[in-house]
């Protein structure tokens, strides 16, 4: 089992920052493959970024490249995920997901408002 806690949402302005954390608990974090997911009202959930267990794999969702940056320190068992830029179509609740093998595990989330 994995717990998962998200932190860092908040309001921001349009070309703002915010940095989310997700603590995780429970497991080898080392060994997860730790994603950020968003959904909106009315809309999919979609995964935003993910990295591998090692840190060296990133990916991203295309309207986030250049903007957001995805990264993990193992020794304090937290994922972060850096976002510049905002935008108000970035707003959302982000959630952070593990993943080992055929196992997933979800946080509660957190709010996201871009607004001026």
């Known amino acids: 089992q994995v717990q998962l806690v998200e932190s860092g949402g908040g309001l921001v302005q349009p070309g703002g920052s915010l940095r989310l954390s997700c603590a995780a608990s429970g497991s080898s974090f080392s060994r997860l493959t730790m994603s950020w997911y968003r959904q909106a009202p009315g809309k999919e959930r979609e995964l935003v970024a993910e990295?591998?267990?090692?840190?060296?794999?990133?990916k991203y969702t295309d309207s986030v490249k250049g903007r957001f940056t995805i990264s993990r320190d193992n020794g304090k068992n937290t994922v972060f995920l850096q976002m510049n830029s905002l935008k108000p179509e970035d707003a959302a609740v982000y959630l952070c997901?593990?993943?080992?093998?055929?196992?997933?595990?979800w946080g509660q989330g957190t709010q996201v408002t871009v607004s001026s």
């Open positions: 997901k593990a993943g080992y093998l055929w196992s997933a595990y």
């Open positions: 990295i591998n267990s090692a840190g060296n794999i990133l």
